[in-house]
């Protein structure tokens, strides 16, 4: 049951936070320098291929939704009873969100490629920062509780924005499409400075918020275990990062050298999407 939950977080987050971050890199960051890609088929065969990526991401929202049933009530047959998961939509926290969650997963199912990309992206965002209030957050009442919900929905947007535009230079460095692949590294290396800083500073804030202080106790034990996991994942992102900006600046751009460093990068973000899906069901350790 545990097992199936952390799967199910990792799918469902990994592919919310793909569909807005290559959003994101489409429509509103490199609109310009993707006009040739978005001409040729590979526009179209994108968009679809998203459409099949909400599609995923709805069944495993149902899923964790009714392995979140199960695993209240420790109970597997809790997970297909109507009144059980009824009352975790109804009577929990965690339920009142996801009901929102859900409706804006369904919308993005039925609305890709029928509305412009703006509102296509809007509607991404939204299913995006709904997952903030379920994680460690809610863990807390008041004022704290609301800053750390805030503070997280900053590093959702942080991380898929980055793991999106990954995504999307991972696709554009497998053929040629007709784009200035040098000028969208190179842009790309520069947003990411910014991204990382929101990324870092608001992950900072999570730990101090969550274990009381710089670090969780045990430092290598459960939850202070996979953090430092994640933290090296994040760290092999950021090394391959610089690399590939200076591949960027060549002459003649290392096409396969590119390809294998943003493919890298691509696996130590998968690596630090799946340890955050364990850390999302791990109670924080407390100094």
Not at 4 to 15: Q, S, T
Not at 232 to 256: E, F, I, K, Y
């Amino acid at each position: 049951m545990h097992e199936g939950l952390i799967l199910c977080r990792f799918i469902h987050v990994g592919a919310v936070l793909l569909m807005f971050g290559v959003g994101a890199f489409r429509s509103l960051l490199f609109v310009r320098h993707l006009l040739a890609f978005e001409a040729s088929p590979a526009g179209p065969r994108l968009g679809r291929l998203l459409g099949w990526v909400a599609a995923i991401a709805l069944a495993s929202a149902v899923a964790w939704l009714m392995l979140t049933a199960a695993y209240l009530s420790s109970d597997w047959s809790s997970a297909i009873d109507p009144s059980n998961v009824g009352r975790v939509l109804g009577k929990t926290w965690f339920g009142h969100v996801w009901v929102v969650h859900l409706l804006l997963n369904a919308l993005v199912v039925i609305l890709n490629r029928r509305v412009r990309p703006g509102a296509l992206l809007a509607l991404n965002a939204l299913l995006l920062l709904t997952l903030a209030p379920v994680g460690h957050g809610a863990m807390f009442d008041g004022l704290k509780g609301q800053l750390l919900i805030v503070n997280q929905m900053l590093h959702l947007l942080g991380v898929g924005t980055w793991l999106g535009g990954l995504g999307m230079l991972a696709l554009l460095l497998r053929a040629d499409h007709g784009v200035d692949l040098a000028v969208v590294l190179r842009r790309f290396s520069g947003i990411g400075y910014g991204l990382v800083a929101v990324i870092i500073a608001t992950g900072l804030i999570n730990v101090r918020a969550l274990s009381g202080g710089f670090w969780p106790e045990p430092a290598f034990a459960g939850f202070g275990r996979v953090l430092a996991v994640k933290i090296t994942m994040v760290v092999g992102m950021l090394l391959l990062a610089a690399l590939n900006r200076q591949l960027a600046r060549s002459a003649d751009l290392p096409m396969a050298r590119l390809r294998l460093s943003v493919f890298l990068e691509c696996l130590f973000g998968a690596g630090a999407l799946a340890a955050v899906s364990l850390l999302g069901t791990l109670p924080p350790m407390s100094g």
